[in-house]
Structures are given as structure tokens and as C-alpha cells.
């Protein structure tokens, strides 16, 4: 009841907030949008990078690393798979 209330309360500021015009977009332009994209990505496939090359000098933990990198190719998929923003 308490975690509802305090739900709301928060909710109903954030709108508010939203109404006054303090809310900013923390991406003013299709562009930043798209630059920002794109360095999550990058950031993704570095990542990747990584654990196959983890993954390949430690095959022991292939199993473990497995479910990380199907993490990460269901992100990296998601992300690739947007469509780009022309708001």
C-alpha cells in the first residue's frame, strides 16, 4: 500500500514536472538520437569481442558464457532491428 502511494506520488511529480517544461529530453535532436545509438552498439559488439575471445581461450566456462553472449546478441539484435528515429 505504502510502495503504491509513494508509486503515485512520484508519477503524478514526474508529470507535473512534465506540464512546467523542466522535463528535457535527454536527446534534443533525431541526430543525438542516432549517435547515441549507434555508440551502444559499438559499445555491444566490443563487448562481444571480448567474450569470444574469453570464451575461446577459457572453454570451460563456454556454458557460462554462453547465456552472456545470448544476452547480448538479443540487445545488440534489438537495437540494430530499430528503426531510425526521424521525429
Known amino acids: ?4 502511494l ?3 506520488q512520484l508519477r503524478a511529480k514526474y508529470y507535473e514536472q512534465i506540464k512546467e517544461g523542466k522535463y528535457v529530453k535527454v536527446h534534443q535532436t533525431p541526430d543525438a538520437l542516432n549517435k547515441a545509438r549507434e555508440n551502444q ?9 571480448i567474450l569470444y575471445g574469453l ?4 572453454p570451460q566456462f563456454r556454458r557460462q558464457f554462453g547465456r552472456i553472449q545470448k544476452l547480448l546478441d538479443e540487445r545488440l ?9 526521424s521525429q
Open 55 to 58: 570464451t575461446e581461450r577459457c
Open 41 to 49: 552498439v559499438n559499445r555491444l559488439q566490443y563487448f562481444q569481442t
Open 1 to 4: 500500500m505504502l510502495i503504491t
Open 77 to 85: 539484435g534489438d537495437q540494430i532491428g530499430r528503426p531510425s528515429s
Open 6 to 8: 509513494t508509486e503515485k
